[in-house]
């Protein structure tokens, strides 16, 4: 069974710095996709990006990029000159291609600190 | 509407109570997903549908949760005899079709859930 780990529940960034937030996953499938979403006080998840295993080139999406580590079953996201508006739980999840069962990891909470 | 749409987005019931818990996806998407997201956890799958039917439902904890979909679009969740421990955000999400198939991103689009209080 795959499994999603992110162990770091808690972290704090100062505004326009940047913080690396940390995800590993146990899988044995070889076609998978990884995802970073962020869930805000609102409550509402939104996907941050969005990274295919097959690709060997890290996903970027503006301020957000991922350091994706295959064989080492790393998938960390990296959020440069952090702003207010990224304080939120962020969630690692994975899923095996073809199928739709999404694993969730227990989240980090981010705080942005002014 | 544009997003996925819940209703209630708060309900607070008494323990033994029946509740229902209302989702409206996007429209066109045939994928929907019942999520439980616990106090500092992460979404626990439920079950998922695939046009009308209950493709999966192995996540339901047990027989006083059942969910349905009649017409393949709003879906709507149903906790029998409530209980404290079935306090939780129900999340709701769609996407158009299985991460794989062409021109999907295999995203799911979430509503801002329905936060369940049993007393």
């Known amino acids: 069974a795959q499994t999603v780990t992110q162990s770091q529940p808690e972290m704090s960034v100062q505004e326009a710095e940047t913080v690396t937030l940390s995800c590993t996953y146990d899988t044995s499938e070889n076609n998978y996709y990884l995802f970073w979403y962020k869930q805000p006080p609102s409550r509402q998840m939104i996907l941050v990006i969005r990274q295919e295993a097959y690709k060997q080139q890290n996903a970027t999406e503006n301020r957000f990029s991922v350091n994706f580590q295959k064989a080492a079953k790393s998938f960390s996201l990296k959020i440069s000159d952090s702003q207010l508006g990224d304080t939120a739980m962020y969630f690692c999840?994975?899923?095996?291609?073809?199928?739709?069962?999404?694993?969730f990891g227990t989240g980090t909470r981010l705080k942005v600190l002014a | 509407g544009a997003g996925v749409s819940q209703t209630p987005s708060n309900k607070v019931t008494e323990k033994g109570k029946y509740v229902e818990l209302r989702c409206d996806p996007i429209s066109g998407h045939t994928a929907l997903y019942w999520y439980r997201q616990s106090l500092g956890q992460g979404p626990e799958f439920l079950i998922y549908?695939?046009?009308?039917?209950?493709?999966?439902d192995s996540g339901l904890p047990n027989d006083r949760f059942f969910a349905v979909r009649p017409e393949g679009s709003v879906s709507t969740l149903k906790i029998q005899r409530t209980e404290r421990g079935d306090s939780a955000v129900y999340l709701c999400?769609?996407?158009?079709?299985?991460?794989?198939?062409?021109?999907?991103?295999?995203?799911?689009?979430f509503g801002e859930g329905s936060r369940l209080t049993v007393l």
């Open positions: 999400a769609s996407s158009s079709r299985l991460a794989g198939a062409e021109s999907n991103t295999g995203e799911l689009f």
């Open positions: 549908f695939q046009g009308t039917g209950a493709a999966d």
């Open positions: 999840a994975f899923l095996t291609s073809g199928t739709y069962k999404y694993i």
